[in-house]
């Protein structure tokens, strides 16, 4: 079993809708979630970080995370079609003084107008 | 603010060529850096990281080495180039060693090895 495991996708959905993503994970040691944002060709940029679960909004994104279920979660309101990219879950825990992440394989998402 | 230059942007080389990818972080110190590559479906796969100047720690056996020079400065390098090496590069960092840091990435060096 991988240790983060991320539906590919892709995802379409119309302009305004929802965006909602997930990712799960298998190691109870990780306790720091991100989700980076990659557009073609470009290298990731960061988006959500959090550590704590519950809920965290920044503008349009939500994030989420659920410990005792392993499961984290991005939520896109009002999707714009410059939100189509590939969405990255990410998640560390500490390792000999050093913050290793491990990622999901990403989601492509496509927002149409 | 802090700024992380990768080069070149694209590269197309032959098998059994050497290569030399090029990293360097501008404002801010003593850094933390990683190249990863990434591949289609496959995800980002760590490859080196580098704690300080003349410190890399290899992730998975392979054709590739790193190397840093300075501070802010982070080589990706190979004797000779194999098909598979073909992917996408990214170099981050990150401010320390810190679990919680997050990472920064730049804009990514696209190989092809023909």
């Known amino acids: 079993q991988k240790e983060v495991e991320q539906d590919p996708g892709p995802l379409s959905v119309p302009e305004g809708a929802i965006v909602s993503l997930n990712c799960t994970y298998s190691?109870?040691?990780?306790?720091?979630f991100m989700w980076y944002r990659q557009y073609s060709r470009k290298g990731p940029e960061l988006l959500m970080y959090t550590y704590s679960s519950g809920n965290k909004e920044d503008g349009r994104f939500t994030a989420q995370v659920d410990k005792s279920s392993k499961y984290i979660s991005l939520f896109i309101r009002d999707s714009q079609p410059s939100d189509s990219a590939t969405y990255l879950c990410a998640m560390s825990f500490p390792y000999y003084g050093n913050n290793r992440l491990a990622f999901g394989k990403g989601n492509q998402v496509v927002v149409i107008p | 603010s802090q700024t992380i230059h990768q080069w070149p942007a694209t590269l197309v080389q032959p098998v059994g060529s050497p290569l030399s990818l090029e990293c360097t972080v501008e404002?801010?110190?003593?850094?933390?850096l990683y190249w990863y590559r990434q591949a289609a479906g496959r995800g980002l796969q760590l490859l080196f990281y580098?704690?300080?100047?003349?410190?890399i720690s290899s992730e998975v056996p392979q054709n590739l080495s790193a190397s840093r020079p300075q501070d802010r400065q982070f080589i990706l390098s190979s004797k000779k180039l194999l098909l598979s090496d073909s992917g996408f590069y990214l170099c981050?960092?990150?401010?320390?060693?810190?679990?919680?840091?997050?990472?920064?990435f730049g804009p990514g060096t696209r190989l092809t090895v023909l």
């Open positions: 404002g801010t110190s003593n850094p933390n």
């Open positions: 190691n109870s040691a990780f306790q720091y």
């Open positions: 580098s704690v300080g100047i003349g410190q």
């Open positions: 981050a960092w990150s401010s320390s060693g810190g679990p919680g840091d997050e990472q920064f």
